[in-house]
């Protein structure tokens, strides 16, 4: 089942801005990853992070978890146009079990 | 890194047809896969596990008989939309389980 809320659902901001997107979930996880897809394709595996991580960075990119709030947060810093699309985050139960993905935040990012 | 296929990567078939789309671990074997389905403008969802040799669990709320899987080889599952109808067309994106998930391109299914 769904349980991944990510805010805020749309996002407009200017290129060379920063963009914050955060993920809340419900139950306990191994691991939490963020995707990003582009309209009309396939998914692209941006960072994840486990459990007992609390921070990592990944050229523009800096995730945070905070297993005691169940949230997690993604920094993209520099905004590009290019960096236009819809971000998830997926979280998993155990190794080896699907991902419940959150429902998205579109982001728009204009020169 | 691993790499998943999936084919075809758009398919549009009238309604009443069945469609089948593959999804293949190229260089890496999968005893588990996983099917997900996105509508427009919004997210993925787990639709079934499919396991190596065995029946595929289905999520709750998607039939069996109408998304047949079948995960005969370690490297290919395939999905089956039998009897398709528009509402069946969506996004569908595979996976295929090694240390993590790793997603196939997706395959758009428009049913007319």
């Known amino acids: 089942s769904q349980q991944g809320e990510e805010d805020p659902q749309a996002l407009s901001i200017q290129e060379g801005e920063n963009a914050t997107m955060n993920c809340s979930y419900k139950t306990s996880i191994n691991n939490l990853q963020w995707y990003r897809q582009n309209s009309g394709r396939g998914l692209v595996h941006l960072i994840l992070i486990r459990s007992n991580e609390r921070e990592k960075h990944s050229g523009r990119l800096r995730v945070t978890l905070d297993t005691s709030k169940k949230s997690s947060s993604l920094l993209i810093t520099a905004s590009r146009a290019a960096d236009t699309a819809s971000y998830f985050c997926?979280?998993?139960?155990?190794?080896?079990?699907?991902?419940?993905f959150g429902k998205g935040t579109s982001l728009l990012v204009t020169p | 890194g691993a790499v998943v296929s999936q084919h075809p990567s758009r398919v549009i078939c009238k309604s009443g047809t069945s469609v089948k789309i593959e999804c293949r671990s190229l260089?890496?074997?999968?005893?588990?896969m996983f099917w997900y389905r996105q509508f427009p403008k919004q997210s993925l969802m787990l639709m079934a596990t499919?396991?190596?040799?065995?029946?595929?669990?289905?999520e709750q709320g998607v039939e069996k008989d109408k998304f047949l899987i079948n995960h005969a080889s370690l490297t290919l599952s395939t999905l089956t939309v039998t009897s398709a109808h528009p509402e069946d067309s969506s996004f569908y994106i595979c996976?295929?389980?090694?240390?993590?998930?790793?997603f196939g391109p997706g395959t758009r299914l428009l049913v007319l």
């Open positions: 997926a979280t998993d139960a155990d190794s080896g079990y699907a991902l419940n």
């Open positions: 260089d890496f074997q999968a005893t588990t």
């Open positions: 996976s295929g389980q090694r240390e993590t998930q790793y």
């Open positions: 499919s396991n190596e040799g065995s029946k595929a669990t289905y």
